[in-house]
Nanobody
């Protein structure tokens, strides 16, 4: 299983970015896909998750109403649309896949999001 995250960059507060996570290597229909982030000096934290069927969507309280997770099952890609970005959203964002045994095994390489005030 390979996960390739992209789409990070520098944006001003209030702006938007869309992250992509391209998955390859096997069939993901039974997996839960998620986004996590790690800010400097902080632990990695959950951001959002979705199943490949498009249900079971969950968000961290800190991003509810601003971020939207979605997936394209044909392209095997998961997206994170981030709107109304805040400086506290600055972090390295990682995508991950949970085959039903937890988030520990499949991670992408991370993409840096920097929000300037």
């Amino acid at each position: 299983v390979q996960l390739q995250a992209s789409g990070g960059g520098l944006v001003q507060a209030g702006g938007s970015l869309r992250l992509s996570c391209a998955a390859s290597g096997r069939t993901f229909s039974s997996y839960v896909m998620g986004w996590f982030r790690q800010a400097p000096g902080k632990e990695r934290e959950f951001v959002a998750r979705i199943t490949w069927s498009g249900v079971g969507i969950r968000y961290a309280d800190s991003v509810k109403g601003r971020f939207t997770i979605s997936r394209d099952s044909v392209k095997n890609t998961v997206y994170l649309q981030m709107n109304s970005l805040k400086p506290e959203d600055t972090a390295v964002y990682y995508c991950a896949a949970d085959p039903g045994t937890g988030w520990g095994r499949y991670w992408g390489q991370g993409t840096l999001v920097t929000v300037s005030s």
